[in-house]
């Protein structure tokens, strides 16, 4: 089996940094796009950014500039460094993976259990 743990999340106040890590863990054989969402309380969980295999990254306009993701591919790790945090960034944040794993003849989608991300004063 494969399994997706978060870690890094917690309470800072506005304008600090935070970086999450998503480590990936089981059955892998390789993995392709990793990435981050999130989703604060009423809202629908909203993509943050993506990271390919080879390192081509995407961040979503609302954390441009604020945010970074990067991965570690011998450690099948995914990082997201966001700065400049506000309160509107205060959600869970969700690592999300495709993942061909040695069970599978194709790749498939896994999910983190989320970590708690809180921006206040």
């Known amino acids: 089996q494969v399994q997706l743990v978060e870690s890094g999340g917690g309470l800072v106040q506005p304008g600090g940094s935070l970086r999450l890590s998503c480590a990936a863990s089981?059955?892998?054989?390789?993995?392709?796009?990793m990435a981050w969402y999130r989703q604060a309380p009423g809202n629908q969980r909203e993509l943050v950014a993506t990271?390919?295999?080879?390192?081509?990254?995407k961040i979503e306009d609302s954390v441009k500039g604020r945010f970074t993701i990067s991965r570690d591919n011998a450690k099948n790790t995914a990082y997201l460094q966001m700065n400049s945090l506000k309160p509107e960034d205060t959600a869970v944040y969700y690592c999300?993976?495709?993942?061909?794993?040695?069970?599978?003849?194709?790749?498939?989608?896994?999910w983190g259990q989320g970590t708690q991300v809180t921006v206040s004063s």
């Open positions: 089981g059955t892998i054989i390789s993995i392709n796009m």
């Open positions: 999300n993976a495709h993942i061909l794993t040695s069970t599978s003849y194709y790749t498939e989608n896994f």
């Open positions: 990271i390919n295999s080879d390192g081509s990254a």
